[in-house]
């Protein structure tokens, strides 16, 4: 090494260690590197059904807001979704996203010399905040693709500082029923946090299950987001529910202003918008069991799936057939770093959208 340090050198070795997170590729940049118009993206499991009407006009109006700061306390969203759950909004922590959320807990609780324990095949922003801060990721092998509870509980240690589990998990899909999940958090020591990351949950049926184990956990966080099924994934907001002393802590190293008027007034009317959830849900429903129903008929099998994607087994290299797809204006997601290199992931689309890429599959194929 020479004697001139580079600004990688300067940078925590934890950091400049670490693979930045690929989000899946923006439509813009297809259109620029190919030419290409008409692009279907399945690769972010956003809401294909756009924003809803309501929420439409609750942006324009916040608009007239941007002048001012937000409220730093978001005292609106915050007594909506208290009301929504029945719990206090001492408990609530928002967030630019549930990602941000996800780093406060990692950044408030977890000390290079702990451990955090997660699974195989788990969302990536885990490892990412993990190695940020210099901890030790712990990797837990998964079963079926999906959480092998036994053995996660078999590798706690007394330097395990947190626990990461999405249920629905992204990108396999696959989900924990609350029962089993409550009697794995039950056995969780108390001092480690335990985060049951909840972005699918308006996806499955036992949306409010997890609620209630709060009163009784006090190590738990949940946190959800509005950028999943609510359809405001560009406007960045999410949130931790847990207990208020949780909460207190992360509202500490939150900053300031976190969340912005417009997010703010959003996500509150879109969570008075359950009737676009309920349709959500069902467009969902129906391009989920026609997708299968395409991927049976190519001999294609795929991994069951409780959120709006499905990752499917496609015998072969899914970075070739990702590479294949844009080709054909079609943005899905190859997740070999996820430990998948034969997979790829794609999200649940308009009715259209789907029949695009099962065509555009087909053709590949
Ligand atoms: C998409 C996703 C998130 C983060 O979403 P935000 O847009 O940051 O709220 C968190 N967890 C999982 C499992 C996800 O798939």
Not at 5 to 26: E, F, N, R
Not at 82 to 93: E, G, M, N
Not at 116 to 123: P, W, Y
């Amino acid at each position: 090494m020479s004697s001139v340090p580079t600004v990688l050198d300067l940078a925590l070795p934890s950091i400049a260690a670490l693979q930045p997170y690929q989000p899946g590729k923006p439509i813009s940049e297809l259109e620029r590197e190919l030419g290409l118009s008409g692009i279907v993206k399945l690769a972010s499991n956003e809401n294909p059904l756009g924003v809803s009407p309501t929420v439409a006009a609750e942006i324009v109006k916040a608009s007239a807001t941007v002048s001012l700061y937000p409220d730093g306390n978001g005292f609106g969203l915050k007594a909506a979704l208290a009301c929504f759950y029945d719990i206090d909004t001492l408990q609530i922590t928002l967030g630019n996203g549930s990602n941000d959320v996800l780093e406060l807990i990692a950044r408030a609780f977890v000390s290079p010399s702990d451990e955090v324990l997660f699974s195989e095949h788990a969302f990536a922003v885990y490892p990412l905040v993990t190695q940020a801060i210099g901890a030790t990721a712990v990797i837990s092998p998964a079963k079926d693709y999906g959480h092998d509870l036994a053995a996660m509980a078999a590798r706690i240690t007394a330097k395990t500082k947190a626990i990461f589990i999405a249920n629905p998990n992204n990108p396999t899909g696959t989900y924990l029923a609350a029962d089993v999940l409550v009697d794995f958090i039950a056995d969780v020591p108390r001092q480690t946090i335990i985060v049951v990351d909840e972005a699918y949950v308006e996806y499955g049926d036992e949306g409010k299950a997890s609620i209630a184990w709060l009163a009784q956990y006090p190590n738990l966080i949940i946190t959800r987001t509005f950028s999943k099924a609510y359809g405001l994934a560009g406007l960045r907001v999410g949130y931790a529910l847990s207990h208020p002393d949780v909460a207190d802590v992360l509202n500490r190293i939150r900053q300031p202003f976190n969340v912005n008027n417009i997010a703010l007034a959003a996500a509150e009317a879109a969570l008075a918008d359950q009737d676009y959830i309920a349709q959500s849900k069902i467009n969902n429903a129906v391009g989920m069991g026609k997708m299968i129903r395409a991927l049976t008929d190519l001999k294609l099998e795929s991994i069951p799936s409780h959120g709006n994607f499905i990752t499917i087994d496609v015998q072969q290299s899914g970075a070739v057939v990702y590479d294949a797809l844009l080709r054909k204006g079609v943005i899905v997601r190859p997740i070999g770093n996820y430990g998948l290199p034969n997979h790829i992931r794609v999200s649940i689309g308009t009715q259209a959208e789907n029949q695009t890429f099962i065509a555009a599959l087909t053709d590949i194929l």
